[in-house]
């Protein structure tokens, strides 16, 4: 389990008595929300979904139920989905498909009636049913602010056509998005987020969303890092995670067979320029050694360099730059230098403050170096 950034104290949902207006050293909720967006690759929510920098609570929970609540008064002002699902019933005559063992099991003949099965286009669809019940638990969540607790009942007033489900992984898997629904796509990755995060209290009363700094933000951070790239480069650049090979010459079976794959998490190639990025999310960025001075990890910078030694083989990629990416802790730092001929570098990004800054730290890193 890798160590935790204490500056993300704020995202974790409070106890019930601790304090959640204080966000001293936090990143703020309007960033983890654009992070969101940028991981879910749902730029086009970024702006027009909800207006979160408007948002008083620190609480990770309020923040996502007011992105649901202004979703869902969305979804209902367009129209919510609807879908056939298919019914059963007992009817004078034939609807549908005539269901023939259970009509002649039943005896419904001697009745003048059939069993029969048929599709009926209705609201109550998968992606409305975990939408329902995800707003339900929200409504019940101790976490939760009065006034938006009271806008989630309004909500849950329009959606009484829609039955809720228990609500199990597998439901998620299940759904079936299509050009006309795609509306639900970043709806539906705040559900399960908040489905895989929200566990029963120890007492069985209630439920605690799960200390979101301990698993989320280090995966977050890295999705978030690939797919700002891909939104924000141009067309010229080709911005994957790469899965660089050994350049081995010669190699026996246990070799093939027990080298670790080396998945890089962020490599851009561009004009002029290739670039392999490697996101950490530490405590501490640096590490203290015995007599107070702070260095690097070293086993960060020899993953990296092994990363940029064994893809130089590639053509492009002979001289490619290599970028160690941290979430600023006690201080900023922009480390340097070249080494058979790659730039390695060494930054840090302070995630608590304005998106416009994080934004512009970000494409600097791309920016090409000048030559003298």
């Known amino acids: 389990?890798?160590?935790?950034?204490?500056?993300?104290?704020?995202?974790?949902?409070?106890?019930?008595?601790?304090?959640?207006?204080?966000?001293?050293?936090?990143?703020?909720?309007?960033?983890?929300?654009?992070?969101?967006?940028?991981?879910?690759?749902?730029?086009?929510?970024?702006?027009?979904?909800?207006?979160?920098?408007?948002?008083?609570?620190?609480?990770?929970?309020?923040?996502?139920?007011?992105?649901?609540?202004?979703?869902?008064r969305r979804l209902i002002r367009r129209g919510l989905?609807?879908?056939?699902?298919?019914?059963?019933?007992?009817?004078?005559?034939?609807?549908?498909?005539?269901?023939?063992?259970?009509?002649?099991?039943r005896h419904l003949m001697y009745q003048g009636r059939t069993a029969c099965e048929w599709d009926e286009l209705e609201y109550d669809t998968l992606p409305n049913r975990i939408l329902k019940t995800i707003?339900?638990?929200?409504?019940?969540?101790?976490?939760?602010e009065d006034t938006i607790r009271a806008e989630v009942h309004?909500?849950?007033?329009?959606?009484?056509?829609?039955?809720?489900?228990?609500?199990?992984?597998?439901?998620?898997?299940?759904?079936q998005l299509h050009r006309n629904n795609r509306i639900y796509s970043f709806l539906l990755h705040i559900c399960e987020f908040v489905y895989e995060h929200w566990l029963p209290a120890e007492n069985g009363s209630n439920r605690l969303f799960r200390d979101f700094?301990?698993?989320?933000?280090?995966g977050l951070f890295e999705k978030f890092v690939l797919n700002f790239y891909r939104h924000e480069l141009s067309s010229d650049w080709d911005v994957r995670a790469r899965i660089i090979n050994w350049q081995m010459t010669t190699s026996n079976k246990d070799a093939k067979e027990l080298m670790p794959r080396m998945q890089t998490d962020v490599c851009l190639e561009g004009p002029g320029q290739t670039i392999i990025i490697d996101t950490k999310f530490y405590a501490q960025a640096l590490k203290t050694g015995r007599h107070g001075t702070t260095k690097l990890p070293s086993a960060n910078l020899y993953q990296l360099y092994t990363y940029l030694r064994q893809q130089s083989c590639v053509n492009g990629w002979e001289q490619a730059e290599g970028v160690l990416l941290y979430p600023r802790t006690n201080r900023d730092f922009a480390a340097e230098f070249t080494t058979h001929g790659h730039r390695i570098r060494a930054l840090s990004i302070d995630l608590s403050q304005s998106w416009q800054l994080i934004h512009k730290e970000l494409m600097q890193i791309v920016v090409p170096r000048k030559k003298f």
């Open 154 to 175: 309004d909500l849950l007033r329009w959606l009484e056509p829609v039955r809720s489900l228990e609500l199990r992984a597998e439901h998620f898997r299940r759904v």
């Open 135 to 144: 707003l339900q638990r929200l409504y019940v969540a101790d976490q939760i």
């Open 81 to 105: 989905d609807r879908g056939y699902v298919a019914r059963e019933g007992e009817f004078p005559g034939v609807r549908g498909k005539l269901m023939v063992t259970q009509t002649l099991r």
């Open 1 to 72: 389990m890798p160590n935790i950034p204490s500056f993300v104290e704020t995202v974790q949902t409070p106890q019930p008595q601790s304090d959640t207006t204080s966000n001293a050293g936090g990143i703020p909720v309007a960033n983890i929300y654009y992070l969101l967006c940028y991981a879910w690759n749902n730029l086009e929510e970024k702006e027009t979904l909800a207006n979160v920098d408007t948002l008083e609570s620190t609480d990770l929970l309020d923040l996502f139920a007011v992105v649901l609540v202004k979703g869902t």
């Open 213 to 218: 700094k301990r698993e989320g933000l280090p």
